[in-house]
């Protein structure tokens, strides 16, 4: 076009419009994915899942440890301290089905049915 002149930017030549550390940049960086989603919100909602998995996988270990005990009550005869520890393992069931449901959430929040 005539009249008109371009002068490439290079990195050199660019003006340095950064503020604050490094770290505090990378905090406000937030670019967006094709789901609407900030990087920074994909990131904590990674993290929000990873830790319902891992305490859904600590409620099914607890829940185990006393389906174990109930067991071993069982056989002893003890039926009181069977039950109780039966009624342990049932709570450590629900919290950890809660846990791996909030997991689920958070994965059809980010990613979509398929």
């Not at 770290?23 to 960086?29: G, I, N, T």
Request: proline letters at 3%.
């Amino acid at each position: 076009m005539a009249g008109i002149t371009t002068t490439p930017v290079t990195p050199a030549s660019a003006p340095d419009t950064t503020v604050g550390s490094k770290e505090a940049r990378a905090k406000r960086v937030t670019l967006t994915t094709s789901h609407g989603w900030s990087h920074t919100e994909e990131d904590d909602m990674s993290k929000q899942a990873a830790e319902h998995h891992r305490k859904a996988a600590e409620h099914l270990e607890h829940a185990a440890h006393h389906h174990k005990e109930a067991a071993s009550h069982h056989e002893a005869g003890a039926h009181e301290k069977a039950a109780h520890h039966a009624h342990v393992a049932h709570g450590h069931h629900l919290h950890a089905d809660h846990h791996a449901e909030e997991a689920a959430k958070s994965h059809v929040e980010h990613h979509g049915k398929k």
